[in-house]
């Protein structure tokens, strides 16, 4: 009997230490602001390293089983742009719109422009398992390719309009930042807009935008898009720019909700 209890005993030990290790690490919010913000950047760079751009500009990840993508080129090696802020941008060659339209456009993107975005945007939370930086929780932000197919117009987290602002309940919700991504404005106008383009024109997306944590809302109040919460998380844009257009003076934020 003695025996027995003792397999037992062992058996259900031996369960446990296997189910624990099938458990994956629960995230744990760093005290240090920086750790977090160096797990951003290795997970980044993993990202760059093991992902490509198909032919119509969407981020794929490299197969490990099919040869077909073994001559594309890595994000990394897409001569990729770090910004001050450690966002970085990436210009995909051949799917910019052309340099002197016709007829004739104004394609810079302004900080204060109503634009009409079409692609896809996730959320990601970088972690730290064992040595090993990647990203995790991976979380749709955008999806219009996969969706309706319609771009987005005027998104609240490139421009937040004055009236949105003076309808914000509480101090932080009157505030612009409260809703900007501030690593995606910043490196939005680095590219052109196309001049809306006819619906029947497949998309054709112009680049990446990786924004880490400290350039997005950090661990400050923020809107909650889709009911989530964005703390310490980082945002990856695939994206095309089908238009843009001046904001009328009466929509434009004050210099105190910019603050």
């Known amino acids: 009997m003695k025996k027995i209890f003792l397999y037992i005993l062992a058996g259900s030990l031996c369960f446990s230490a296997c189910k624990k290790d099938d458990t994956p690490d629960v995230y744990v919010e760093p005290e240090d602001i920086a750790t977090q913000n160096t797990y951003d950047d ?14 119509q500009g969407n981020i794929k990840a490299f197969s490990s089983t099919d040869t077909a993508d073994d001559n594309e080129k890595k994000l990394s090696e897409l001569s990729p742009v ?8 990436i210009v995909r060659s051949g799917a910019q719109p052309p340099a002197n339209p016709t007829p004739a456009y ?10 009409k975005i079409m692609g896809r945007a996730y959320s990601y939370l970088a972690v730290n398992s ?32 004055r009236s949105i602002l003076e309808a914000g309940t509480t101090d932080a919700a009157k505030k612009a930042k409260y809703y900007q991504i501030p690593g995606f404005r910043e490196a939005l106008q680095k590219f052109k807009a196309f001049n809306n383009p006819s ?9 990446v935008i990786i924004v880490p944590s400290r350039a997005a809302f950090a661990r400050n109040p923020h809107y909650p898009y889709l009911n989530t919460s964005y703390r310490n998380k980082s945002f990856v844009f695939n994206f095309q720019i089908y238009g843009r257009e001046s904001r009328p ?11």
Do not use: W
């Not at 290795?42 to 032919?55: S, V, W």
């Not at 749709?140 to 771009?151: C, E, M, R, S």
């Not at 619906?199 to 680049?207: I, V």
């Open 82 to 89: 770090t910004l001050p802020s450690g966002t970085i941008y």
């Open 199 to 207: 619906s029947e024109a497949p998309y054709n997306l112009q680049g």
């Open 42 to 55: 290795q997970a980044i760079k993993k990202l760059m390293d093991e992902n490509y751009l198909d032919a």
């Open 249 to 259: 003076d009466g929509e434009k934020q004050t210099s105190e909700q910019q603050q």
């Open 130 to 161: 064992d040595g090993n930086t990647s990203f995790t929780s991976k979380a749709a932000f955008l999806n219009t390719i996969d969706g309706t197919g319609i771009p987005v117009i005027d998104p609240m987290f490139y421009y937040t309009k």
């Open 106 to 115: 104004e394609s810079t993107i302004k900080d204060d422009d109503i634009i």
